[in-house]
């Protein structure tokens, strides 16, 4: 098991930042990538990023690519996501996504709102 807990959500204006924070607990040395999804009201969840825990390789939506980085701290086993040049379509609530020995967990999510 892999517990996961979220921060950094809140209220921004157009073209600000905001930087989430998802620290996960429990079986961490199985995890092999975390990421983060997203999802508005009255749209499906979609993917934003992904890191691998190994490596760091990054994978990112493109609509948020040169906006958005995701990082990680392994020894904190915490994983960031920086967000920057937010726009009112980034308005969700985000999800912090780890996968580990083939099962996903997903964290209690944190709204962002991006006001125009």
């Known amino acids: 098991q892999v517990q996961l807990v979220e921060s950094g959500g809140g209220l921004v204006q157009a073209g600000g930042s905001l930087r989430l924070s998802c620290a996960a607990s429990g079986r961490t040395f199985s995890m092999s990538t975390m990421g983060w999804f997203r999802q508005a009201p009255g749209k499906e969840r979609e993917f934003v990023a992904r890191?691998?825990?190994?490596?760091?390789?990054?994978y990112y939506a493109d609509s948020v690519k040169g906006r958005f980085t995701i990082s990680r701290d392994n020894a904190k086993s915490t994983e960031y996501l920086q967000m920057n040049s937010l726009k009112p379509e980034d308005t969700a609530v985000y999800y912090c996504?780890?996968?580990?020995?083939?099962?996903?967990?997903w964290g209690q999510g944190t709204q962002v709102t991006v006001s125009s």
């Open positions: 890191i691998t825990w190994t490596g760091g390789r990054t």
């Open positions: 996504n780890v996968r580990a020995s083939g099962m996903d967990y």
